[in-house]
């Protein structure tokens, strides 16, 4: 037994050299997955016009409306990429942790603030259905109030693209068409 | 100096740990210029070549596709022929940032020579299946095929 033990150090010192220098990416990140399709049509729609630049100028307008910075814009390619960032406090973890310290525990640190990014992304739809078509993707960093990262993802939400092309379609007095 | 053979066995284990500590991952400013591939190695897994010279329509499919891939674009440029985007997602219980950067350039009359390159976390990605992945997407979205350079 005692020689077992004498071995718990030194593996676990390994695990922690390991653990700390070797990640391997996912092997479905950059795969295209069944799912990407249903997504590609709730995040795209298509506008009978041919004036690409006339949308990305909206598009601009419409991320400035909602408080978004430009951070990037290559207008040949069709290209805007903007961010917000904002408060990320939400009552119910504050309370939980206020909770938490009221029970004479460790205070757990929330959610304090966020970090989020758009890209608009114009381009000319095929030739059977003329238009242009536009995709926006919306992600998010969140931070806790210990400076930690704890959320990484996507913003797939249908009503933020819903939401986001009825004022599109608003401000260039054209009909978002589904994909 | 002498040490009781007890004593000598602690100092020679700290020194052990010390330098399996520091060889582990090097000094931290060494990262600048590291790889672990060879470069030739590396090049050929991230590059493909399309039979097109079309660079504005391959660099518009290559966004086309990242985005089809979960990604936020976050820079462009037509007139270096490069782009670059951010994948926010989870794998398991554990979240990942993915950053990609694709640049495209002519490789002789007819073809472009398009480069990926990954990055997961904090570790540059030279695992070929996941440049697989991507180029097969690409070669679909492109309706050409993704051909290896040596």
Known sequence: ?179 | MSFSPGKKRIRFATVAFACLLMSACGTSKEQLLATTASQVQLRSIQTRAFDTTDRERTLRTIIATMQDLGFVMDHADETLGSVSGTKLDRSGFQNYTLRLNVTVRPRGSTQLLVRANAQYNLVQVEDPEPYQEFFAALGRAMFLEAQQVD
Request: proline share 6%; net charge positive; hydrophobic share 45%.
């Open chain 1, 1 to 179: 037994m005692s020689r077992v033990w004498r071995h718990v150090p030194g593996s676990f010192a390994w695990v922690l050299l390991v653990s700390a220098c070797a990640t391997q990416i996912p092997k479905e990140a950059l795969r295209l997955a069944p799912e990407s399709l249903p997504l590609r049509q709730l995040q795209t729609r298509r506008f009978d016009t041919g004036d690409e630049k006339m949308l990305l100028a909206a598009g601009a307008a419409i991320l400035q409306d909602l408080g978004f910075t430009l951070d990037a814009s290559e207008s040949r390619l069709g290209v805007l990429v903007a961010s917000k960032d904002r408060s990320a406090v939400e009552a119910g973890q504050v309370i939980f942790s206020l909770f938490l310290a009221a029970l004479g525990g460790a205070p757990v640190p929330w959610d304090e603030k966020q970090k989020i990014r758009a890209s608009f992304v114009t381009r000319p739809a095929g030739t059977e259905r003329p238009g242009v078509l536009v995709r926006v993707t919306f992600q998010r960093i969140v931070w806790n109030t210990a400076k930690q990262v704890t959320k990484t993802e996507p913003l797939d939400e249908p009503r933020f693209y819903q939401e986001f092309f009825e004022k599109l379609s608003k401000a260039v007095f054209l009909e978002a068409h589904e994909f």
